[in-house]
């Protein structure tokens, strides 16, 4: 692990993307100091933001020398390379971004909205279309991480990685955006898996 990791994070407690990094950094003991942001009003986001993440967004880290670093799965890189959360071996260290990309391009932009629109906007009539357009889209990435899971304890390697905390972010929060998980029991047993791991924290802590 890093020497000087950063120490203040810009965040916001409902944001599983915000999550990812407090998860890793209670699992590596670096110590975080929070700066919490809201998901909903964001109207102080480029007096607060605008001179680190010109796109204004949560997570945001500040390292302890003042360099900003933004994207949740850049910060996780930063954190925990080196550790054992990343492998080794190339392959394997590819396969961790390959279902990281996954998060961030298919997973992430249902599961995560839909939750947010359903649990947090306050105007979930309002978006029924996109709800429901993002509700399938959403199982269509459930059914890809059960398809792979069977069989499998973790994503990558038979290994907790980075990999797993990024996809377990917006997964084990998928009823909020009321996503069914019964039919999914290889991701349930994995989530499981995922809580039980030494210093996992859950998202409201």
Not at 123 to 138: F, L, Y
Not at 144 to 150: D, G, I, N, V, Y
Not at 173 to 199: C, I, K, M, N, T
């Amino acid at each position: 692990m890093c020497e000087s990791c950063g120490v203040l994070l810009y965040n916001s407690a409902v944001s599983g993307n915000c999550y990812k990094v407090r998860l890793l950094a209670a699992q590596l003991d670096v110590p975080l100091e929070l700066h919490e942001l809201s998901v909903v009003d964001r109207s102080d986001r480029a007096e607060v933001l605008g001179g680190l993440n010109p796109a204004l967004r949560v997570p945001t880290l500040v390292l302890d020398d003042g360099r900003p670093l933004a994207e949740s799965n850049a910060i996780l890189w930063y954190l925990g390379d080196g550790t054992r959360f990343v492998p080794e071996d190339r392959y394997e260290r590819a396969q961790v971004l390959q279902w990281q990309f996954f998060e961030q391009y298919v997973h992430e932009p249902s599961i995560a909205v839909v939750r947010f629109l359903v649990a947090y906007s306050g105007e979930a009539e309002k978006h029924a279309q996109r709800i429901a357009e993002r509700t399938a889209h959403g199982y269509v990435a459930l059914d890809a991480m059960e398809a792979h899971l069977t069989g499998r304890s973790f994503l990558v390697a038979e290994r907790y990685t980075l990999a797993d905390i990024s996809l377990y972010a917006y997964t084990h929060v998928a009823h909020e955006g009321r996503f069914d998980l019964a039919p999914y029991p290889a991701v349930r047993a994995w989530l499981d898996r995922v809580a039980s791991q030494p210093g996992h924290i859950p998202i409201d802590a």
